[in-house]
Structures are given as C-alpha cells and as structure tokens.
C-alpha cells in the first residue's frame, strides 16, 4: 500500500497569499498518477487537478499541480475567499487507492 | 449532468448489515468503474470499494474484504455495496463516486461524486 503524507497540516494564510501544499509518497507513484481534491465543510470532495498537473474541467487557473514519483505539490496562486478548504491528494497508480489526511488551507 | 444519489444508510447495531445504493445519471453508466468512498466524522478519505464498468472486477480495501460485497446493475444504473458484520469504525458517510478514467482496471480517480449517506454502527 501506498502512503501518501501531505504536509503541512494546517496553512494559516490571508487572501490574496499564494499557497504550497505538499503530498509525499512512500513509494514512487507509477506514471504519476496522483490527483488532488477541495473539500468544504458539510461538501463533497471537488476533483482539482489530476495526472499530477492537470486541471479538471471547469478549475481556475489559479490551481496547479506538480510533481513527479514521491513528491508532489499543488500550488494556489492567489487565495480567494472560496478556497479556504481541506485539500486530499490520492494516488491511483494501484487499483489500492490510498488518499493522504488532507491539509486544512484556513484564513489567518 | 451527472448525478450520483446514495440511500440505505442509517444506524445499525455491531455485527449488523446494511446494503447501500447508489443511483446514477447523466453518463454512459457501463462505461465507467464506480467507487464507494467513506469517511469517519471528523476524518479524512477512505477509498473502500470499487467495480469496473462490467461488473467484472471487483476491488477492496483490507479493512472491510470479506465483510463488504461491492455489485452494479446497469439496467437501472445503480451501483450497490452489501455491508456485513459492521464494526463502530465504519461509522462514516459513505459516497459514491465515478471514475474519471474509462478502462481504468482498477487505477481510478473520480471526477464526481454523490452527497453521501451517514451509516452509523452503534448498540
């Protein structure tokens, strides 16, 4: 099994900051198969970016994602009001689908 | 639109069973693999199960092979899971979700997901 660490696990920032959220895997995920979710309270699970660096349909470009074999990262370049969440990354290299515990991006 | 609609949560006694559904549209239901998702109050994600578009295969988490039986029928696009000899730690909304891969073979992200359905496992 695949563990995924995202660090940190809390991001205290104000709007308009730029956020670095960090996934990290135990083993090397294979082709990069790594995905990351927004997750608000009360709210399912919101696909942002897939394949590591891919936008889902209807993402801003304000989200990205890069990364490759154990470490991997989603970057926001602009806090707006609305991406205060909990983001997840999870690997589907294995039909084992682990997710990491998420990182809380919360208004400082 | 897609739509994925979970029911049969609920609160059950340890030991107890419990047979989740979950009703989809807007997509080519037989195309694509499905997963049930949960998560505890308060906890992060925890894939579970999932079933590739034929049925075929079949897939599971350690924590509940043996106990949980993941199943589809597609002349009703409804996805199901058979939830046997429930423990208090699969107390959690359970969701549904679609695969965003088509003949993914078991490597799946999901690309939408339902609401979700609140089982509870307590005496």
């Known amino acids: 099994e695949i563990v995924l660490t995202q660090s940190p696990g809390t991001l205290s920032l104000s709007p308009g900051e730029r956020a670095t959220l960090s996934c990290r895997a135990s083993q090397s995920v294979s082709n990069n198969y790594l995905v990351w979710y927004q997750q608000k309270p009360g709210q399912a699970p919101r696909l942002l970016i897939y394949?590591?660096?891919s936008r889902a349909t209807g993402i801003p470009d304000r989200f990205s994602g890069s990364g490759s074999g154990t470490d991997f990262t989603l970057t926001i370049s602009r806090l707006e009001p609305e991406d205060f969440a909990v983001y997840y990354c999870q690997q589907y290299g294995s039909s084992l689908k682990t997710f990491g515990q998420g990182t809380k991006v919360e208004i400082k | 639109e897609v739509q994925l609609l979970e029911s049969g949560g609920g609160l059950v006694q340890p030991g107890g069973s419990l047979r989740l559904s979950c009703a989809a549209s807007g997509f080519a239901f037989s195309t694509y693999a499905m997963s049930w998702v949960r998560q505890a109050p308060g906890k992060g994600l925890e894939w579970v199960s999932g079933i590739s578009g034929s049925g075929g295969s079949t897939y599971y988490a350690d924590s509940v092979r043996g106990r949980f039986t993941i199943s589809r029928d597609s002349s009703k696009n409804t996805m199901y899971v058979q939830m046997n000899n429930l423990r208090a730690e699969d107390t959690a909304v359970y969701y549904c979700?679609?695969?965003?891969?088509?003949?993914?073979?078991?490597?799946?992200?999901?690309?939408?997901w339902g609401q979700g359905t609140l089982v509870t496992v307590s005496s």
């Open positions: 979700a679609k695969s965003g891969v088509v003949g993914s073979k078991g490597k799946d992200y999901f690309d939408y």
């Open positions: 394949g590591a660096s």
